[in-house]
T-cell receptor, first 114, second 108 residues
Framework: DGGITQSPKYLFRKEGQNVTLSCEQN?????MYWYRQDPGQGLRLIYY???????QKGDIAEGYSVSREKKESFPLTVTSAQKNPTAFYLC?????????????FGPGTRLLVL | SQQGEEDPQALSIQEGENATMNCSYK?????LQWYRQNSGRGLVHLIL?????REKHSGRLRVTLDTSKKSSSLLITASRAADTASYFC????????FGDGTTLTVKP
């Protein structure tokens, strides 16, 4: 089955800890994205990548880091510098980098702070 | 700033009624997309309408686009309880294009 997967479904972070959210796609898409969603709100773009070994900051990149070493993988690290990390994190991919085409979303990871 | 802004914020209707939600945007577009999000899930793509199209249908969904007014509407006909979800419009991948969405509640 083709698709985009995220793991884990729930993640707990302790104070001062870095945590990494996984995002994998087998759709052969060049572009991948990370969004943050707070309760009752829309999506805000954290980082996006249009091609392997390249990525750009979105609107709320502070306290987050990403890597794109493989086409199918785009992990997001929430660092200790992110003071309010509790949110729902969504990963997406699209065929056309930077274009206005359909995005395919994963099921999301909910991050909670202990 | 966000490109897509949905209106109304919340909509509650009875099963069988039609639901209409609107989207406004600020800059010129190549196309506009509508997505649905069930509670606690990822977004699912519903329909894409290109800038040279005025209306598009997909099952019980009807989307219109008015580029002169920079607005789009999504109509869901004969709504069902399963249509209960949040609906978002988007205009450009890779940028912050999603508004806060319209939360639709369909009562059985």
């Amino acid at each position: 089955d083709g698709g985009i997967t995220q793991s884990p479904k729930y993640l707990f972070r302790k104070e001062g800890q870095n945590v990494t959210l996984s995002c994998e796609q087998n759709l052969n898409h060049d572009a991948m994205y990370w969004y943050r969603q707070d309760p009752g709100q829309g999506l805000r773009l954290i980082y996006y990548s249009q091609i392997v070994n390249d990525f750009q900051k979105g609107d709320i990149a502070e306290g987050y880091s990403v890597s794109r070493e493989k086409k199918e993988s785009f992990p997001l690290t929430v660092t200790s510098a992110q003071k309010n990390p509790t949110a729902f994190y969504l990963c997406a991919s699209s065929i056309v980098p930077g274009g206005a085409e359909t995005q395919y979303f994963g099921p999301g990871t909910r991050l909670l702070v202990l | 700033s966000q490109q897509g802004e949905e209106d109304p914020q919340a909509l509650s209707i009875q099963e069988g009624e039609n639901a209409t939600m609107n989207c406004s945007y600020k800059t010129s577009i190549n196309n506009l997309q509508w997505y649905r999000q069930n509670s606690g899930r990822g977004l699912v793509h519903l329909i894409l309408i290109r800038s040279n199209e005025r209306e598009k249908h997909s099952g019980r969904l009807r989307v219109t686009l008015d580029t002169s007014k920079k607005s789009s509407s999504l109509l869901i006909t004969a709504s069902r309880a399963a249509d209960t979800a949040s609906y978002f419009c988007a205009t450009k991948a890779g940028k912050s294009t999603f508004g806060d969405g319209t939360t639709l509640t369909v009562k059985p």
